[in-house]
Nanobody
């Protein structure tokens, strides 16, 4: 029900835009988060957008470089990643939680649905 795509290989300093597409007609009632998992590490929170796009939250490591947004008419959430660093290399996952709240959801267990992940590799 969630599909993440847009990953690839990019040089340090470059940009990528990830997309998270959903098939649900009720997509607009879900908060969407992006997480990432580097090899040998735990999956970690990256960014979240509330159901209406009114609030966004970011991990400190990506603040000022990444921007999350959504288009509810297209059932899609975007993660624009600029000024990419080597340490941004990871598999990126999008996740959904049904919520009309403006709360910040950072934990994996706060999300009910997950996409399959898309690989982002940043090279020097």
């Amino acid at each position: 029900q969630l599909q993440a795509f847009g990953g690839g290989l990019v040089q340090a300093g470059g940009s990528l835009r990830l997309s998270c597409a959903a098939s649900r007609r009720t997509f607009s009632s879900y908060a969407i988060g992006w997480f990432r998992q580097a090899p040998g590490k735990e999956r970690r929170f990256v960014a979240q957008v509330t159901w209406d796009g009114g609030s966004t939250y970011y991990a400190d490591s990506v603040k000022g470089r990444f921007t999350i947004s959504r288009d509810n008419a297209e059932n899609t959430v975007y993660l624009q990643m600029n000024s990419l660093k080597l340490e941004d290399t990871a598999v990126y996952y999008c996740a959904a939680r049904r919520s009309y709240s403006s709360s910040w959801y950072q934990r994996l267990d706060e999300y009910s649905y997950w996409g399959q992940g898309t690989q982002v590799t940043v090279s020097s």
